[in-house]
């Protein structure tokens, strides 16, 4: 499996096959519709692979996801404010990151995303960046399926400790506890690992062994 | 990219190591330290812009890199070049720490400063033992062994830097130190012979 995979993925290399299932063809729609060609089979690397499968559980995934992107959104705003003009590699590297948080929290509901691209509200958004599919033999960019659990409780412990070091920044008017609030609000991030453990999927859900 | 955040977000915690460590040396005399308060912010907070930028700089070329196929190794050389110079700027405070405390030790504290005292060194050695896990892990490369198991990203990241911050929550040197009333009484005084020299 993991070879035929394999195999695929050297072909898409070279000629950039396209998803024919209904569900690909309907993220192709959608991806033209917002004016990228992204949901072409065109893996960088077989750790970067790119699709969108499904979760098991599409509600409880959004509104997790809603709760730990929030942070991450926040923390991205932060820096890119802070570091904007440092560096172009850093701000561009922020830019795909402020996308990814941003589409993170509808990624997989794809009717909101066709009305956002209706409405207007969506525009040129890489929807590529936030999608990984982890599967099984081959490793993903961590090389490990980050524990959701562990992500869920380090967020929440940044959170509050955040909250808490906010508050006292407010009363006291310590610019030490806005650092530390900061700090912990970037710290939120390792939540953001979780992310990728709710993307498991099984490999037969990407249509690839033929 | 989480990975870019996780780099910067503990500078903002040794930053703050800094500034109490000279919040407290302005309370307890200049005497209590070889470099003066206002050094510590110059010296500390510029080596960790620099190496921060480093970091910045080369994950972002790595990231690209990877994103687009091609070897991501010099921009992985670069970060772990930002991330060896954020553990020398860390060493060196830590010298500067140790001299502190070996300074201060026959003077009597306040339970308040005691307590403060306590939480910036669990903190500055919760943010050594990170900074020494960083660079063990990325000196091996994206594929290493210490960057591939979860376990030593849980107890030598996450939870470190949970202790980092939450030595302060619980014992919160926004109320426990007194502020300086010296160096805002001089700022006060300074900025009015600025004005009163200008008109």
Same mark, same amino acid.
């Given at each position: 499996?993991?070879?035929?995979?394999?195999?695929?993925?050297?072909?898409?290399?070279?000629?950039?096959?396209?998803?024919?299932?209904?569900?690909?063809?309907?993220?192709?729609? $959608?991806?033209?519709?917002?004016?990228?060609?992204?949901?072409?089979?065109?893996?960088?690397?077989?750790?970067?692979?790119?699709?969108?499968?499904?979760?098991?559980?599409?509600?409880?995934?959004?509104?997790?996801?809603? $709760?730990?992107?929030?942070?991450?959104?926040?923390?991205?705003?932060?820096?890119?404010?802070?570091?904007?003009?440092?560096?172009?590699?850093?701000?561009? $590297?922020?830019?795909?990151? $402020?996308?990814?948080?941003?589409?993170?929290?509808?990624?997989?509901?794809?009717?909101?995303?066709?009305?956002?691209?209706?409405?207007?509200?969506?525009?040129?958004?890489?929807?590529?960046?936030?999608?990984?599919?982890?599967?099984?033999?081959?490793?993903?960019?961590?090389?490990?399926?980050?524990?959701?659990?562990?992500?869920?409780?380090?967020?929440?412990?940044?959170?509050?400790?955040?909250?808490?070091?906010?508050?006292?920044? %407010?009363?006291?008017?310590?610019?030490?506890?806005?650092?530390?609030?900061?700090?912990?609000?970037?710290?939120? %991030?390792?939540?953001?690992?979780?992310?990728?453990?709710?993307?498991?999927?099984?490999?037969?859900?990407?249509?690839?062994?033929? | 990219?989480? /990975?870019?955040?996780?780099?910067?977000?503990?500078?903002?915690?040794?930053?703050?190591?800094? /500034?109490?460590?000279?919040?407290?040396?302005?309370?307890?005399?200049?005497?209590?330290?070889?470099?003066?308060?206002?050094?510590?912010? *110059?010296? +500390?907070?510029?080596?960790?812009?620099?190496?921060?930028?480093?970091?910045?700089?080369?994950?972002?070329?790595?990231?690209?890199?990877?994103?687009?196929?091609?070897?991501?190794?010099?921009?992985?050389?670069?970060?772990?070049?930002?991330? !060896?110079?954020?553990?020398?700027?860390?060493?060196?405070?830590?010298?500067?720490?140790?001299? +502190?405390?070996?300074?201060?030790?026959?003077?009597?504290?306040?339970?308040?400063?005691?307590? !403060? /005292?306590?939480?910036?060194?669990?903190? !500055?050695?919760?943010? +050594?033992?990170?900074?020494?896990?960083?660079?063990?892990?990325?000196?091996?490369?994206?594929?290493?062994?210490?960057?591939?198991?979860?376990?030593?990203?849980?107890?030598?990241?996450?939870?470190?830097?949970?202790?980092?911050?939450?030595? *302060?929550?619980?014992?919160?040197?926004? !109320?426990?130190?007194?502020?300086?009333?010296?160096?805002?009484?001089?700022?006060?005084?300074?900025?009015?012979?600025?004005?009163?020299?200008?008109?």
């Amino acid at each position: 499996m993991v070879a035929a995979y394999q195999r695929t993925l050297q072909a898409a290399e070279r000629t950039e096959i396209e998803f024919t299932t209904d569900r690909c063809s309907m993220i192709q729609q $959608l991806t033209r519709a917002i004016g990228l060609q992204c949901m072409r089979l065109r893996a960088p690397t077989p750790k970067a692979l790119c699709c969108a499968p499904l979760p098991p559980n599409p509600q409880i995934y959004l509104s997790v996801t809603c $709760l730990y992107k929030l942070p991450t959104y926040l923390t991205c705003i932060t820096l890119l404010t802070i570091f904007r003009l440092t560096t172009t590699s850093f701000s561009q $590297l922020s830019l795909v990151f $402020l996308y990814r948080s941003y589409i993170g929290i509808q990624q997989y509901d794809i009717d909101s995303l066709f009305k956002m691209v209706n409405n207007g509200t969506l525009h040129g958004a890489d929807v590529r960046t936030g999608c990984y599919a982890i599967i099984p033999g081959v490793q993903n960019n961590y090389g490990y399926v980050p524990s959701l659990a562990a992500g869920i409780v380090f967020c929440t412990i940044f959170a509050i400790s955040m909250a808490g070091h906010f508050v006292q920044g %407010v009363r006291k008017i310590r610019w030490t506890s806005f650092l530390l609030a900061i700090g912990a609000l970037g710290s939120c %991030v390792t939540g953001e690992r979780s992310h990728s453990s709710l993307m498991r999927i099984e490999a037969n859900s990407l249509h690839f062994q033929s | 990219m989480q /990975i870019t955040t996780l780099i910067i977000a503990p500078t903002f915690f040794s930053a703050v190591a800094y /500034i109490i460590l000279g919040h407290l040396i302005r309370l307890l005399g200049r005497s209590s330290s070889l470099i003066s308060p206002m050094a510590y912010l *110059y010296v +500390f907070c510029s080596g960790d812009l620099v190496s921060l930028i480093t970091q910045a700089v080369g994950g972002g070329k790595a990231s690209i890199a990877q994103h687009s196929g091609s070897n991501t190794k010099p921009g992985t050389d670069i970060m772990v070049a930002g991330i !060896v110079f954020q553990m020398a700027t860390i060493v060196l405070f830590v010298f500067f720490l140790v001299d +502190f405390l070996h300074r201060t030790r026959p003077m009597a504290f306040s339970k308040g400063v005691r307590l !403060v /005292i306590l939480a910036m060194v669990i903190s !500055v050695t919760a943010i +050594f033992i990170r900074s020494i896990y960083r660079t063990a892990e990325l000196s091996q490369g994206w594929t290493g062994y210490l960057i591939t198991h979860e376990g030593y990203f849980l107890a030598l990241d996450a939870a470190i830097m949970a202790i980092a911050v939450g030595v *302060y929550n619980i014992i919160d040197p926004a !109320v426990l130190l007194p502020p300086s009333t010296m160096s805002t009484e001089s700022s006060v005084n300074s900025k009015f012979t600025y004005n009163g020299a200008g008109h």
